[in-house]
Nanobody
Framework: QVQLVESGGGLVQSGGSLSLSCAAS????????MAWFRQAPGKEREFVAS????????FYADSVKGRFTISRDAAWNTVALQMNNLKPEDTAVYYC???????????????????WGQGTQVTVSS
């Protein structure tokens, strides 16, 4: 069993930066994939970024490419999301997720993930 706890959300002005962190308790096996998703009010949950635990392979949604960076720290069982040049459309609840048996895809489909955090709010003002 894996538990995920996000932190680091908050309010920031357009163009600013925030760093989110996801702390995982339990065993994260080398086969796992970790990801960040987000959900804005009235919208479906959408993929932001993913990283494989074993070989650190990363994928990003086109909407955040070049602005967001996902990273993982195997020693501390954490996954971070550095968000730069934030825009009002980045406003959402951000969720950390873990997938136990990922395939070779980017991991953009939320229903393949086995564990989820409770989410952290990110609000970007214009």
């Amino acid at each position: 069993q894996v538990q995920l706890v996000e932190s680091g959300g908050g309010l920031v002005q357009s163009g600013g930066s925030l760093s989110l962190s996801c702390a995982a308790s339990g065993t994260i096996y080398s086969s796992y994939r970790m990801a960040w998703f987000r959900q804005a009010p009235g919208k479906e949950r959408e993929f932001v970024a993913s990283v494989t635990w074993r070989n650190n392979k990363k994928f990003y949604a086109d909407s955040v490419k070049g602005r967001f960076t996902i990273s993982r720290d195997a020693a501390w069982n954490t996954v971070a999301l550095q968000m730069n040049n934030l825009k009002p459309e980045d406003t959402a609840v951000y969720y950390c997720a873990a997938e136990a048996s990922p395939d070779s895809s980017p991991g953009a489909t939320s229903n393949t993930y086995d564990y989820w955090g409770q989410g952290t709010q990110v609000t970007v003002s214009s």
